[in-house]
């Protein structure tokens, strides 16, 4: 099972952007994909989650609104996308395989992470 | 949801028991809560889930306990690559991680 996100992005504060997750090793379909943000030096962030089979999505209150996330699995990708990024300090977006159940939610697998720098 | 972890900072030295706290508030209708461990420049790895089931090819000096608002995971003897911060997770809520330093 492995996770490959694509490589780290430097972008302008209005600009958009679409980061990527390529699982392989397993039936993509079958497990949703979830994405969390750590700033330097801090915790975990929970974004969201998304089920590839029919993209249903479930979003942190924190962040809707504010990112986008969607996923092909003809081609086994998940993607997280802003349509106009704001100044912030670098951020690391991970993907992660997510086990979910009625009350459980969990990741048991992680992609090697995205750095996003907004800078004008 | 909120997922307090302590202490903030553990020193321990190689070959010690570690204990590490998480307190769910409000308490949790179900024991599905997990744990991470993150090492610098590296993504987490998932340790335990279910609060007390250990993930494929973790060594079985890692163990999970607890239910309710109060869990515990429990590092039975310290190898030098545990040295780390852990984070406790339920759901869509993270605690604020536990750093294990040498001491």
């Known amino acids: 099972v492995q996770l490959v996100q694509s490589g780290a992005e430097v972008k302008k504060p209005g600009e958009s952007l679409k980061i990527s997750c390529r699982g392989s090793g397993y039936k993509f379909s079958d497990f949703w994909i979830g994405w969390v943000r750590q700033m330097p030096g801090k915790r975990l962030e929970w974004v969201g989650v998304i089920d590839p089979q029919d993209s249903d999505t479930r979003y942190s209150p924190s962040f809707e609104g504010q990112v986008t996330m969607s996923a092909d699995k003809s081609i086994q990708t998940a993607y997280l996308e802003w349509s106009s990024l704001k100044a912030s300090d670098p951020a690391m977006f991970y993907c992660a395989r997510a086990r979910v159940g009625i009350s459980e939610l969990y990741f048991d697998q992680w992609g090697q992470g995205t750095l996003v720098t907004v800078s004008s | 949801l909120v997922l307090t972890q302590s202490p903030d900072t553990l020193s321990l030295s190689p070959g010690q028991r570690a204990s590490l706290s998480c307190r769910a508030n409000?308490?949790?209708?179900?024991?599905?809560l997990a744990w991470y461990q993150q090492k610098p420049g590296h993504p987490p790895r998932l340790l335990i889930y279910?609060?007390?089931r250990r993930a494929t090819d973790i060594p079985d000096r890692f163990s999970g306990s607890g239910s309710g608002t109060d869990f515990t995971l429990t590092i039975s003897r310290l190898e030098p690559e545990d040295f780390a911060v852990y984070y406790c997770?339920?759901?869509?809520?993270f605690g604020q991680g536990t750093r294990v330093e040498i001491k």
């Open positions: 409000p308490s949790l209708s179900s024991n599905y």
């Open positions: 279910a609060a007390s």
């Open positions: 997770q339920q759901s869509s809520s």
